[in-house]
């Protein structure tokens, strides 16, 4: 198939593009360069170094003899994007170009509009061209788990059938995000079913977990290859954040009493999810969700795992919590919808964690150990008037 990953040059995109090319498929990367940029703009880099856009493509190319075509451009641009759909003519989209962290989002008006506009805006102009360009090609859309929220009752692969006043019906599943990012993705989520309800496009809504892990079979084969893995409190996920954060002799940052219970996955599934989803695709008119997780933790259970692992004293802090999100919740997850197309998933309890100690041993150095406290929270302080 030929497949474009949009967000190619991000911590996923890229292993994705490897993962199809080396599946067989046909692939090209889109990407306008956005998170390199946040980079600069918060003082920090990825832990492991990560080539260009070109040295990359070039090195898989030496690799694998197999080459991906690489766009560079916004999906803000609408002409842009329905080019790139009219020249490289793709059977699939994979949609991960967005300011995908919730902490960014939520540091002030101008961050929060910023990523709203970027996310629902480029993912409107992705549709439109995909509705007037070709219709049948197959969007693979990244959601994510935070869309639903802790809701006290069971959370269904997006779609919930409800009985009120003595009739039924089968509605979008409720959502209750938890920030101004995970809000562009219900934003999202609404415009997509939309598009499959009304112009009849086909159309898989992921609902991904937080990820954790950093290599895959095929960027392990260069170091040219490598993916990023982030570590600062902006961008850093949970569980890199504390692997990388024991290996460097700093306290485990966990946010208030640590209940709090998110669905996560490694990044071998993530590529492997992706596949699945592509290589079945939904019906015409159709707005299919998968819940992208394979395991629920809670954020103490994940830090006491480290610290279980890690070779060396860990200390564990219980930092006040930044944002504003609820503990000791109710989570119970129906997932088994990428399991019924295959998938079979590397859990926790396998090797992983112990292999990311000597590789972030080895990058110590590229950290900016300020970086990795907290600065951003949730609540809004009142502003003084300017001229107070
Ligand atoms: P990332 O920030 O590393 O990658 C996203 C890429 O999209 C970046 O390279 C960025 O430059 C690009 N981009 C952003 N806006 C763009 C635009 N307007 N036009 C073109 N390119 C643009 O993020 P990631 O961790 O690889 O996540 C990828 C997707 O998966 C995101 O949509 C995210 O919301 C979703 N997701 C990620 C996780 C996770 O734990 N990393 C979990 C659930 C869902
Ligand atoms: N947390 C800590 N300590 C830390 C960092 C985080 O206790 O040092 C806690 C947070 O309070 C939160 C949980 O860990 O309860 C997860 O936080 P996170 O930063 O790892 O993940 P999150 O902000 O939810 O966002 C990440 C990705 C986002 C994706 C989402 C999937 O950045 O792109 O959408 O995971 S999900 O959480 O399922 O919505």
């Not at 946040?38 to 694998?64: F, N």
Request: with cysteine.
């Amino acid at each position: 198939m030929r497949v474009l990953i949009l967000g190619g040059d991000g911590y996923l995109g890229w292993p994705t593009a490897l993962h199809f090319s080396q599946a067989g498929h046909e692939v090209a990367v889109l990407d306008n360069l956005a998170r390199r940029g946040y980079d600069e703009e918060l003082g920090v880099q990825s832990l492991v170094p990560i080539e260009d856009m070109d040295t990359r493509v070039t090195a898989w190319q030496q690799v694998s003899g197999k080459t991906i075509k690489n766009y560079v451009g916004d999906l803000l641009d609408a002409d842009f994007v329905y080019e790139t759909l009219r020249e490289f003519a793709p059977d699939a989209v994979i949609h991960y170009a967005e300011q995908r962290a919730a902490p960014y989002s939520m540091i002030d008006r101008e961050h929060a509009v910023y990523t709203q506009h970027n996310n629902v805006i480029g993912n409107l102009n992705l549709l439109f061209a995909i509705a007037e360009v070709n219709p049948e090609i197959h969007l693979v859309k990244l959601g994510t788990m935070g869309e639903y929220g802790t809701p006290n009752i069971d959370i269904e692969e997006g779609w919930l059938e409800v009985e009120h006043n003595g009739r039924k019906d089968r509605m979008l599943y409720p959502k209750k995000p938890g920030s101004f990012y995970h809000l562009s993705k219900v934003h999202d989520s609404h415009n997509i079913e939309f598009a499959c309800r009304i112009w009849g496009l086909r159309a898989t809504d992921l609902n991904q977990g937080v990820v954790y892990g950093l290599e895959t079979d095929a960027t392990k084969l260069d170091p040219r290859l490598a993916t990023r893995f982030d570590y600062d409190s902006v961008f850093g996920t949970v569980l890199n954040r504390f692997v990388i954060q024991a290996v460097l002799g700093e306290p485990l940052t966990v946010y208030g009493n640590g209940s709090q219970t998110r669905g996560f996955l490694d990044i071998r599934d993530t590529v492997e999810c992706l596949r699945l989803a592509v290589e079945n695709p939904a019906d015409r008119g159709e707005f299919r969700v998968f819940n992208q997780m394979t395991e629920s933790f809670s954020v103490a259970q994940l830090a006491d795992k480290v610290a279980e692992d890690f070779p060396g004293p860990v200390q564990i802090e219980r930092l006040t919590n930044p944002r504003v999100e609820q503990s000791d919740h109710y989570y119970n997850v129906k997932h088994t919808g990428l399991v019924d197309l295959g998938l079979q998933p590397h859990l926790l309890s396998d090797t992983l964690i112990e292999s990311l100690f000597d590789i972030v041993a080895a990058h110590k150095d590229r950290v900016n150990i300020e970086a990795l406290a907290p600065t951003v929270t949730w609540k809004r302080p009142a502003k003084e008037p300017a001229n107070a």
